[in-house]
């Protein structure tokens, strides 16, 4: 029976009461996996994938739940004690705040999971999620690292982006079990930003991203506002540079379909961690020619030039522009043979060999396996990284027949199998 003394105390008590039974029976929901993501798009997660992320999830919950039950003791117990009323407000505000932060969480997850809408999305993306696993895992075994579950999930936009495994997420005290990968519409089957974000987390678990970040301003000694400029943005430098070791001259062509904004391409907005896309694209051509020797993407800078004149920005960046084209060579050189922490000082090349996707690499491939290679479970299985690059590169090539290539893509990456 309350034996609080005045009416404003027993109205405060009877506030909290209601509130903080709100709120308990709002996280209540959160139990069924299903209220943010359909258990069907749950079976296309793989089980190395779905599992310690459906366990993360739970717990957070379950923390929730506890700390509702606790709070509404308080809550019960201010009721005959006045002076507890304003720590149990407080609780109450906690509790509110904590129930935000659970549900930002699962609705991240649960549109994540929840964007394999058909059969054909959920062997697509089970697809990428194995390829992009497959494409940190000789980097981090070699650095002593265990494999990382990936989760790619479909979104819109132009460019991909990661939620790193390892991070902090937005509840208190949780930490992200997979590496969650947005894929964007346009890329889903020329998907060669799926190594770029794989790379971000492979360069932040070698601590290549600083290594890097020495070298190419080593190359460019001499030139303070150029080393200004470009060390900044040595993570995602480290990120292109990763996707290009896994796909070749297709992460090049991709990647400038999607920075060829004539309104973007030249502009440098300040603190923008990404290179400059017209900067961005030369240093791509300049990797292929570093690897690989002249090329068709010798033909994709001039025609990059071209179409977009550096005289078309404001001066200044104009002759950071200009002057960054004529040490590109030497960028491209420090990029391949920067040292990698996690790999004892070695470049990452010592384990992501560029030649295999070189042209006339992938034209080796394609002989070989003849008819089979789009079709075959084999190749899917052994050769997929190397099928996005041949993919890509063919695109490129041949822009004719550029739907008949991205086909091709589609079939092999829709129709392969689900893992038992």
């Known amino acids: 029976m309350s034996i609080l003394p005045s009416a404003a105390a027993r109205l405060a008590a009877d506030d909290l009461e209601r509130q903080i039974a709100h709120w308990r029976a709002a996280a209540s929901t959160f139990r069924d996996a299903e209220e943010f993501a359909s258990e ?5 997660v793989e089980a190395h994938t779905g599992l310690p992320l459906r366990r993360q999830l739970a717990s957070m919950v379950t923390e929730l739940i506890d700390m509702g039950r606790a709070t509404q003791a308080t809550c019960r117990s201010a009721r005959h004690h006045p002076e507890e009323l304003v720590v149990a407000a ?3 505000q906690q509790y509110r705040r904590r129930y935000a932060q659970v549900e930002v969480t699962l609705d991240f997850f649960g549109d994540a999971v929840n964007s394999r809408t058909s059969p054909q999305l959920r062997s697509a993306l089970q697809t990428l999620d194995r390829l992009a696993a497959e494409s940190m895992t000789p980097v981090l075994t070699r650095a002593g690292h265990p494999p990382i579950p990936v989760l790619v999930y479909l979104d819109k ?4 982006s990661i939620l790193r495994a390892g991070i902090r997420l937005w509840t208190p005290g949780s930490i992200n079990p997979v590496a969650a990968i947005k894929i964007v519409r346009h890329n889903l089957y020329r998907p060669t930003s799926l190594f770029h974000e794989s790379g971000h987390q492979v360069a932040h678990q070698t601590g290549w991203t600083q290594s890097l970040r020495g070298a190419v301003t080593a190359a460019l000694e001499g030139d303070p ?4 400029m470009w060390a900044p943005w040595s993570s995602e430098i480290a990120a292109d540079v990763f996707a290009f070791l896994h796909t070749g001259y297709a992460s090049v062509t991709a990647l400038y379909d999607v920075v060829g904004d004539s309104r973007t391409i030249l502009r440098w907005p300040v603190g923008d961690p990404h290179p400059v896309g017209y900067l961005r694209t030369l240093l791509g051509c300049a990797l292929c020619r570093r690897a690989f020797g002249p090329g068709p993407w010798d033909s994709l800078e001039d025609a990059m030039v071209l179409s977009h004149p550096t005289d078309r920005t404001d001066p200044t960046v104009r002759t ?3 002057r960054s084209r004529g040490r590109l060579a030497e960028i491209a050189r420090a990029c391949l043979d920067s040292p990698v922490p996690g790999l004892h000082g070695r470049p990452m090349t010592s384990v ?3 030649g295999r996707v070189s042209p006339s690499a992938l034209a080796d491939l394609e002989r070989g396996a003849g008819t089979s290679l789009w079709v075959s ?9 190397r099928l996005i690059a041949l993919a890509g ?5 041949h822009p004719l027949d550029a739907a008949g290539w991205i086909d091709r893509a589609r079939t092999w990456m829709t129709t392969e199998p689900l893992a038992a």
């Not at 936009?157 to 991909?160: E, K, S």
């Not at 506002?225 to 200004?228: G, T």
């Not at 590169?393 to 090539?397: D, P, Y």
């Open 225 to 228: 506002p150029l080393q200004a």
């Open 90 to 92: 407080r609780a109450v």
């Open 352 to 354: 992501l060999d560029p």
């Open 320 to 322: 950071l522009l200009d």
């Open 40 to 44: 069907q798009a749950w079976r296309g």
């Open 157 to 160: 936009g132009m460019g991909a």
């Open 377 to 385: 479970p084999h190749w899917r299985r052994t050769e997929g990284i």
């Open 393 to 397: 590169l063919r695109e490129a090539e």
